[in-house]
């Protein structure tokens, strides 16, 4: 099962929080407050978000942290590679290249695009989306993430 972890949904609970109040530097402690998510878990999530450059924070006793940019400016690919790093469904399509088999895989390349696909389309969803109460994400159309591409896998 595909699945983002606990972390990255906090980090968009977090990330909706700024979007309130977007004109205002909140604390580590006032987010945690508002989200009711852990101050060491609010204080971590902030330092990963802040060096993806999705959140901007200033120093000093009026300090705190703010989005680095407007919400419908911010992709879910964006705040899921700043908690748990670029989205590959399998090693050959990460950007280690580890794989033992890939001079000899015959699926490597299909699974290449697929993880392409939902990349694309994660990059369409924004935090706007992802935070409004009374509104449905779109749904991708995964086969023109593929650039009209697609096709279903299948064994030889």
């Not at 009711?36 to 450059?53: C, D, M």
């Amino acid at each position: 099962m595909l699945r983002i972890s606990k972390l990255t949904d906090y980090a968009t609970v977090i990330l909706g929080a700024l979007s309130e109040r977007p004109a205002e530097l909140l604390s580590a402690p006032e987010l945690a407050e508002r989200t009711g998510i852990g101050l060491p878990t609010v204080s971590k999530l902030l330092k990963e978000l802040q060096r993806a450059t999705l959140v901007r924070s200033t120093r000093g006793s009026r300090g705190g942290y703010q989005l680095a940019r407007p919400p419908h400016e911010i992709s879910a690919a964006e705040i899921i590679d700043a908690v748990e790093g670029p989205v590959a469904l399998t090693e050959c399509a990460s950007d280690h290249g580890n794989c033992d088999i890939e001079a000899s895989c015959s699926v490597g390349h299909s699974w290449q695009q697929v993880s392409l696909a939902i990349r694309r389309s994660l990059q369409e969803v924004r935090l706007t989306s992802l935070i409004a109460h009374d509104a449905t994400v779109k749904t991708p159309d995964l086969r023109s993430a593929l650039g009209g591409g697609w096709q279903p896998l299948t064994r030889a």
